[in-house]
């Protein structure tokens, strides 16, 4: 299909307010644009008065009398699973996902620990991976985990070697980067100060980096992650190129505050490695504001400016 595709994520939360803010913001030309939600959704959060009829929709199933602002449940969650899967299945240009609840999907028994996952299980062929990487301007970090708990991160040599790897791959063939230059976060304090505060940088992240460096990966030692990213924020607000084209984080929020704190709103939240890229807002579903009208668009538009710019 030629044609990105649009999800407005779980139908109790924000994702169809914003998408339908975005939309008229952005004005899209209804060639560039399918819907993948459902009409009784999009006309429930519509008070951006959007035409929706004039873009492409495809509907799954949904009951009117399911929609409860503010509530996680089973018809959410499967309405959210139903979405990716049929986005899945016509195989557009790109993805653009509105934020879901992990606990609706996983009451509605898809045990999934987000979209990411999601998307792998079904667009994944040939050992591809799904990365996550989030992306702001030039400011760009790749996550090495995702949603795990801190006590059960499981880094390994082969795997930061894989993923940083695949992560050249996505450079150059998306961003047009023949020789990118990355950071690597150290997992402990003060990137583990020689072994006294951790072993995971003397016996994991040295040694893949010594076997990158080896291929000719332009890749950093670890660096300790509360002083790596105070030049990011500078070059990020005054529009100057950074010092690396990506930050590569160990953990979830060692990657997302730097960038959230910066970039707050411009955030996207992209996942790459696969034959199609999807983008998502940095934002959840704010369940807390849902239905009220005042959800701020902002992550969304600039979700559907980047795929439509990726998808090129």
Same mark, same amino acid.
């Given at each position: 299909m030629d044609k990105i595709a649009i999800?407005?994520?779980?139908?109790?939360?924000?994702? +169809?307010?914003?998408?339908?803010k975005a939309l008229n913001i952005l004005k899209l030309s209804p060639d560039k644009v399918v819907?993948?939600?459902?009409?009784?959704?999009?006309?429930?959060?519509?008070?951006?008065?959007?035409?929706?009829?004039?873009?492409?929709?495809?509907?799954?199933?949904?009951?009117?009398?399911?929609?409860?602002?503010?509530?996680?449940?089973?018809? +959410?969650?499967?309405?959210?699973?139903?979405?990716?899967?049929?986005?899945?299945?016509?195989?557009?240009k790109a993805i653009v996902t509105g934020p879901v609840a992990k606990n609706a999907l996983h009451l509605a028994g898809f045990n999934f620990n987000g979209q990411t996952e999601?998307?792998?299980?079904?667009?994944s062929h040939n050992g591809q991976l799904a990365e996550m990487l989030f992306i702001a301007g030039n400011f760009r970090i790749l996550l090495l985990t995702r949603h795990c708990p801190l006590k059960e991160i499981n880094l390994t040599r082969e795997i930061v070697?894989?993923?940083?790897?695949?992560?050249?791959?996505?450079?150059?063939?998306?961003?047009?980067i023949e020789n990118?230059?990355?950071?690597?976060?150290?997992?402990?304090?003060?990137?583990?100060?020689?072994?006294?505060?951790?072993?995971?940088e003397t016996e994991i992240l040295i040694p893949a980096v010594e076997y990158l460096q080896d291929e000719?990966?332009?890749?950093?030692?670890?660096?300790?992650?509360?002083?790596l990213f105070i030049n990011a924020s500078k070059y990020y607000h005054n529009g100057e190129k950074d010092d690396y084209d990506c930050y590569i984080a160990c953990y979830h929020d060692q990657g997302l505050i730097p960038i959230k704190t910066v +970039?707050?709103?411009?955030?996207?939240?992209?996942?790459?490695?696969?034959?199609?890229?999807?983008?998502?807002?940095?934002?959840?579903?704010?369940?807390?504001?849902a239905g009220k009208g005042i959800a701020n668009p902002d992550s969304m538009v600039e979700a559907i400016r980047l795929a439509l710019k990726l998808s090129e």
């Open positions: 999800l407005t994520g779980d139908p109790n939360g924000i994702g +169809a307010e914003v998408t339908l819907l993948i939600s459902n009409s009784d959704v999009l006309k429930f959060y519509n008070n951006s008065s959007v035409d929706i009829n004039k873009y492409e929709l495809i509907e799954i199933p949904y009951d009117k009398f399911d929609i409860t602002p503010g509530e996680v449940t089973a018809q +959410a969650g499967e309405f959210s699973f139903l979405s990716l899967k049929k986005a899945c299945e016509i195989k557009p999601v998307l792998q299980k079904y667009l070697i894989r993923k940083v790897e695949n992560l050249v791959k996505t450079f150059k063939e998306i961003f047009k990118p230059k990355f950071a690597l976060c150290g997992l402990n304090p003060h990137a583990g100060e020689d072994g006294i505060l951790g072993k995971e000719g990966i332009n890749i950093t030692y670890p660096k300790p992650s509360d002083t +970039a707050g709103e411009r955030t996207v939240n992209t996942t790459v490695g696969l034959d199609v890229i999807r983008t998502s807002p940095m934002h959840g579903t704010a369940f807390d504001i």
